[in-house]
């Protein structure tokens, strides 16, 4: 569970509590690949971002970048779908979370 509320709201204002003197988006890339790497990990779940406060889609692309490159520094960029630049808009309605498993189909 991410709430994106800990990114310096210098950097991110559309969240629903910003404050002040919080991550930037390469401390929270940092702090995110162990975690995704480790085998404990089985999801994430992003909260806390507020679309209403980000019009131009410029914050949302920002929070889809660091997390892209969250899970390719963690090896595990294959699980997602191809969202990097994408806007909260073209991804919002049904956003994959991971491919289809073809063992699970079995």
């Known amino acids: 569970h991410l709430d994106l ?15 002040p003197a ?4 390469d401390e929270l ?7 995704l790497a480790s085998t404990l990990a089985i999801g994430l ?3 806390i971002f507020d679309p209403d406060l980000d019009e131009s889609g410029q914050q949302a692309a920002a ?3 660091m997390l892209v ?8 960029a294959a699980l997602l779908p191809d969202l990097r630049h994408a806007t909260i808009r073209e991804t919002a309605p049904g956003l994959p ?10």
């Open 69 to 76: 490159a969250a899970f390719e520094a963690s090896g595990h």
């Open 45 to 47: 779940e992003v909260t």
């Open 22 to 25: 919080g991550l930037s988006f």
């Open 5 to 19: 509320d800990v990114v310096d709201s210098a950097l991110l204002p559309a969240v629903d509590s910003p404050a």
């Open 63 to 65: 929070v889809t970048d």
């Open 97 to 106: 979370v991971a491919p289809p498993n073809p063992a699970e189909e079995i």
């Open 29 to 35: 890339r940092a702090l995110l690949v162990p975690l």
